[in-house]
């Protein structure tokens, strides 16, 4: 059974710095892609950033490039995603997502979620 | 905001069928497979379609897509009081080189 289980959010200042984890387990995980796609609270899903399956290519929304870095560590079948600079708007609920295929900009779709971790920015 | 547009809501009556739309361009969905996410009350999203018309093992056969250039449908046939979620469609857009989603969709089982 797949099983992606994020940790690290949190309650934080605007302007400081948060890094989110995604443990996986149930499949390959060095065979995968894998996402970062948020949702704030009460609104739609945005998707945030997206790595291959060895991090040779690595892909981020407009809203979040240069602030965010997402990185992988397959020996610890594990995704993290790195949050500088952060903004009142960069409130909300973050979920770790597998892709269907190695490269992040292939397959155009997520087959299995975790159940997010809440990061709220806010002085 | 979202490059994909779909109705704020849709409802029917249990038994009944709701069909609900995602516009896009010829960036998005007219040159790349939709999928659709199915986000339960307080729950993670789920996928429901992939590849514009494919259903993942365990979806029930009730759950359906097409795609027709710009735009594509997802139906839900013989709805269910637990079908009552918000919906998404995604996809890839070539302009912006980023996975998109839809507004979503609020189903509603009268």
């Known amino acids: 059974e797949v099983q992606l289980v994020e940790s690290g959010g949190g309650l934080v200042q605007p302007g400081r710095s948060l890094r989110l984890s995604c443990a996986a387990s149930g499949f390959t995980f060095d065979d995968y892609a894998m996402h970062w796609v948020r949702q704030a609270p009460g609104k739609g899903l945005e998707w945030v950033s997206g790595?291959?399956?060895?991090?040779?290519?690595?892909g981020y929304a407009d809203s979040v490039k240069g602030r965010f870095t997402i990185s992988r560590d397959n020996a610890k079948n594990s995704l993290y995603l790195q949050m500088n600079s952060l903004r009142a708007e960069d409130t909300a609920l973050y979920y770790c997502?597998?892709?269907?295929?190695?490269?992040?900009?292939?397959?155009?779709?997520?087959?299995?979620w975790g159940q997010g971790t809440l990061v709220t920015v806010s002085s | 905001q979202s490059v994909l547009t779909q109705p704020p809501s849709v409802s029917a009556a249990p038994g009944q069928k709701v069909t609900i739309s995602c516009s896009g361009s010829s960036s998005n969905i007219g040159n790349n497979y939709v999928s659709w996410y199915q986000q339960l009350p307080g729950t993670a999203p789920k996928l429901l379609i992939y590849?514009?018309?494919k259903r993942p093992s365990g979806i029930p056969d009730r759950f359906s897509g097409s795609k027709s250039g710009t735009s594509a449908t997802l139906g839900i046939t013989g709805l269910q009081t637990g079908d009552e979620a918000d919906y998404y469609c995604?996809?890839?857009?070539?302009?912006?080189?980023?996975?998109?989603f839809g507004t979503g969709t609020k189903v509603t089982v009268l």
């Open positions: 590849e514009n018309n």
């Open positions: 790595i291959s399956w060895n991090s040779g290519s690595i």
């Open positions: 995604g996809t890839w857009d070539s302009s912006l080189s980023a996975m998109v």
């Open positions: 997502a597998k892709g269907p295929a190695r490269l992040w900009f292939r397959g155009g779709y997520f087959d299995y």
